[in-house]
Nanobody
Framework: QVQVVESGGGLVQPGGSLRVSCAASGSIGKIMAIRWYRQAPGKEREWVATTTTDNTTNYEDSVKARFIASIDNAKRRLHLQMNSLKPEDAAVYFC?????????????WGKGTLVIVSS
């Protein structure tokens, strides 16, 4: 079993910065990718970024150049540095670890961390 926990959410003013993190623990096979999603109230969950274990990240256009993901493979932890935050960035941020084990890739989700962007 793999457990995923997000942390670091909170209240930040527009234009401010916040770093959220996502940690995995348990019986972890080969990590294929780690994805960030977010879901604002009344909206569908949307993809934010995907990071692979070589620390290569693809970003959704609206966060590109403002968000930076970094992975700590040894600690099984992924960080998402969010800069120049806008009110529309407010959401619950989730991470999804895609892990290959025994011939199948499994997705493990955390319960999310809330980011509020407000003055």
């Amino acid at each position: 079993q793999v457990q995923v926990v997000e942390s670091g959410g909170g209240l930040v003013q527009p234009g401010g910065s916040l770093r959220v993190s996502c940690a995995a623990s348990g019986s972890i096979g080969k990590i294929m990718a780690i994805r960030w999603y977010r879901q604002a109230p009344g909206k569908e969950r949307e993809w934010v970024a995907t990071t692979t274990t070589d620390n290569t990240t693809n970003y959704e256009d609206s966060v590109k150049a403002r968000f930076i993901a970094s992975i700590d493979n040894a600690k099984r932890r992924l960080h998402l540095q969010m800069n120049s935050l806008k009110p529309e960035d407010a959401a619950v941020y989730f991470c999804d670890w895609a892990i290959y084990d025994g011939g199948t890739t499994y997705d493990y989700w955390g319960k999310g961390t809330l980011v509020i962007v407000s003055s």
